[in-house]
């Protein structure tokens, strides 16, 4: 009901544009104001790192201004529910992009990982070895993101538990596994069966590499077409990504007004939790090299520089060459093993990511619609997250990818926007998931290295190796 405070009556202005009251127009006029000052900042080609501190802050600021001037604590002023109905324009926006491109982009990447196997007859083991580390630290990532996410209990108290929701019905595992399997391929990606997605691009994958000899010219122009699809895919991702700066301001700024300070103490939890789970990793990772008779305190020392540009820089792709070379001229890992783990370290498996990110986000957002969790949804979540960690890029926004596929495995697709929460403070969280990340593929190539007998020890404990190639780099 219209309050005296309107400046605007009827229909059109009520429930078509959602603009009734001046406070309205000034919340409006506010975040343009923001996405001016983002937008000068990108065209003085400041750093994205830079501009998403910064789209941060203005965020924070916004929606602390908008509490403000509508007195503490928060009230449902209709004010208020109109500005956080246009901020939702942004933020939804581009969380719509960001789902929009899961299947193109699970698609591509899974098959162009699987046929850039081809020809390379004398890395199938170091290969093998290497997967098989990834996606085990993985694993120990999510059921370490699971523990932590009910210690912390993530999105219990939440505001958003109101929403209706019905609980998943699950039958016994094997009936669930079998569920994944897709009969019509179509229908499963339309219904985001993202499990049963990986399932069909591997096996096109391993398909394509098995019918080279017999047909050469044509799976050559299958690969250059995957090839090209994966180019393409990355390229409007990174686009779409790019705009993230805006979208923050505007995903923390609705949350803030929306849910005023109980908001930041929840956010508060979230960004803890994802600190502890970090430093939780790093201490495993460490354990399991020291388990491949590698000193622990030298491989701190030597891995240092490498994650502190990771914990920078928020980009696994991007540390990529600071990453092999340490491996290689730091750490005397051999170069076929550094280039071929990590490389794939930076497309699938990444312990933070895809790790404990995903399971922390699909526990708070049961918890926030009632879901009834068990040991059968956690095996599920297990299953879901290792599987859909293979194939994701290691580039600023990968999480979110990532997140998506694990609630829609999970079938929670539909509350998606439910993190807009976690997706505003997503520069503080990104910094200790990336640098999990790389964590965990240095700790992958140096196990798989070590049990295939090439890394060199010499060049591991010498103290002054690879140096000056180390500050060439950074």
Same mark, same amino acid.
């Given at each position: ?59 924070? %600021? ?7 001037? @509508? ?6 002023? %209709? ?10 324009? %942004? =933020? ?54 699971? %523990? ?157 520089? $490498? ?37 794939? @370290?930076? $497309? ?21 619609? @009632? ?25 600023? =926004? $990968? ?40 964590? @965990? ?34």
């Amino acid at each position: 009901m219209m309050n005296s405070e309107a400046i605007f009556e009827g229909t059109f202005f009520e429930n078509f544009l959602s603009i009734t009251h001046y406070q309205t127009l000034i919340g409006i006029l506010a975040i343009l104001v923001c996405f001016f000052i983002l937008k000068q900042l990108q065209n003085r080609k400041v750093s994205f790192s830079l501009r998403m501190l910064v789209g941060l802050i203005l965020g924070a %600021v916004l929606g602390l201004s908008i509490q403000a001037f @509508g007195g503490f604590p928060a009230t449902s002023s %209709v004010w208020m529910k109109e500005i956080t109905i246009w901020y939702g324009l %942004v =933020g939804n926006a581009f969380i719509a992009f960001i789902r929009m491109l899961v299947i193109p982009l699970i698609f591509v990447s899974i098959v162009k990982v699987i046929i850039d196997f081809a020809g390379k007859e004398n890395l199938p083991k170091i290969a093998f070895r290497g997967i098989f580390w990834l996606l085990f630290t993985t694993g120990i990532a999510c059921i370490l993101g699971i %523990v932590l996410a009910n210690i912390f209990n993530l999105g219990a108290s939440s505001s958003t538990t109101s929403i209706a929701a019905q609980a998943k019905t699950y039958t016994n595992l094997v009936d669930t596994l079998l569920r994944l399997i897709p009969s019509n391929i179509i229908s499963a990606m339309n219904s985001e069966n993202i499990v049963g997605l990986v399932i069909f691009s591997a096996l096109l994958g391993i398909a394509a590499n098995r019918m080279e000899k017999k047909a050469p010219e044509a799976i050559g122009v299958f690969k250059k077409l995957i090839q090209g699809l994966y180019k393409i895919v990355m390229s409007v991702a990174m686009t779409i990504i790019k705009y993230m700066p805006y979208a923050v301001v505007a995903l923390l700024a609705r949350t803030i007004a929306s849910n005023g300070i109980p908001a930041i103490i929840e956010v508060s939890n979230f960004v803890f939790a994802i600190y502890i789970a970090t430093f939780v990793m790093l201490v495993v990772h460490v354990i399991i090299v020291t388990l491949h008779g590698v000193s622990p305190i030298t491989f701190i020392k030597k891995a240092f520089s $490498t994650w502190l540009l990771a914990f920078t820089s928020r980009s696994s792709v991007g540390t990529l060459p600071m990453t092999i070379s340490t491996l290689t001229k730091r750490m005397g890992v051999n170069d076929g093993t550094a280039n071929l783990v990590g490389s794939l @370290g930076s $497309t699938m498996g990444m312990n933070g990511c895809a790790g404990f990110f995903p399971a922390m986000i699909a526990v708070m957002v049961a918890h926030m619609i @009632g879901i009834e969790t068990g040991v059968q949804f956690y095996i599920m979540m297990l299953i879901v997250v290792v599987i859909g960690s293979i194939g994701i890029a290691g580039i600023p =926004g $990968t999480a979110t990818v990532a997140a998506t596929i694990v609630l829609s495995g999970m079938g929670m697709a539909e509350h998606f926007a439910l993190i807009g929460i976690v997706l505003a403070i997503d520069p503080i969280i990104d910094m200790a998931r990336t640098l999990a990340n790389v964590s @965990g593929t240095m700790t992958a190539a140096v196990a798989t290295d070590r049990e295939v007998g090439t890394m060199d020890m010499d060049v591991f404990h010498d103290p002054k190796a690879g140096l000056e190639s180390l500050e060439d780099l950074s």
